[in-house]
């Protein structure tokens, strides 16, 4: 009966394999960025004519993804992408926590009337564009960071999901300002949006970030001493082997 620690299905993907999900994960991460760069632009220019903090808020979160993404750029440009794992997932980290503060200081300003937002039709069809280009940047990359076994690449697939999240709360702020003339959804949804930021930044300060089975020679820290069972439980079930309540799968 093999061990699972060293059974092939344990093994992550080969080297062959390996190096095409980091050019995968390159491909994506150059998408963002360049989309992003065309985003905060549009939102930072359109808020500015618009005297609309929730575009401009939207655009200096551009600003921040094109940061993460390029942590996670820079990492796979080494020959040794895991030694600069941790790096990349502190300058994630960073990034979400900064986008945490921004969006919780301009929510309540804009909850005290500070600023009165005139109608933007550019800005509505800016947030439903990202609404439907960030969930299929996120997914793609998420997918093959998972497989590939990088936390970094998770992270930020995370953080470009999030920015979907921003998209969705943007597009109803405009358009309830639009239609109704309202002025509190947007601010309440950017709280929520900022609780979440902070959530995802900490994930990504720890290295928790869904990555449940690392490639070879992969560094990661020691398993924790809390909750082994469930580490055990999401890296089987990530692979198609039945959980085994603790006990080894009989695999002869």
Known sequence: MPDLGTSPARLGPSPARRRVLSRRIRWFVAATISYNVLEASIALVEGTRASSTALIGFGLDSVIEVSSAAAVAWQF???????????????????????????TVDA????????????????????????????VLSWGQRHAGRELGSASA?????????????????LTGLLLNALFGSSW??????????????????????????????????????????????????????????????RKADLS
């Open 108 to 135: 309540i300003r804009a909850l005290l009337g500070i600023g009165d937002a005139r109608h933007s039709p550019i800005g509505i069809g800016l947030a439903a564009t990202s609404l439907i280009i960030m969930p």
């Open 154 to 170: 998770v992270a930020d697939s995370e953080q470009t999901l999030l920015c979907a999240y921003l998209s969705a709360v943007l």
């Open 185 to 246: 959804a947007d601010p309440i949804a950017a709280l929520v949006i900022a609780v979440i930021a902070v959530k995802e930044g900490i994930n990504a300060w720890k290295g928790d970030t869904c990555c449940p089975t690392p490639a070879p020679g992969t560094r990661h820290p020691a398993p924790s001493k809390r909750k082994p069972p469930r580490t055990t439980a999401l890296a089987a079930t990530a692979q198609g082997i039945p959980p085994t309540s603790g």
């Open 77 to 103: 440009s080494s020959r040794d992408p895991e030694a600069r794992e941790r790096t990349a997932l502190r300058i994630i980290a960073f990034c979400f926590f900064v986008l945490a503060a921004y969006v």
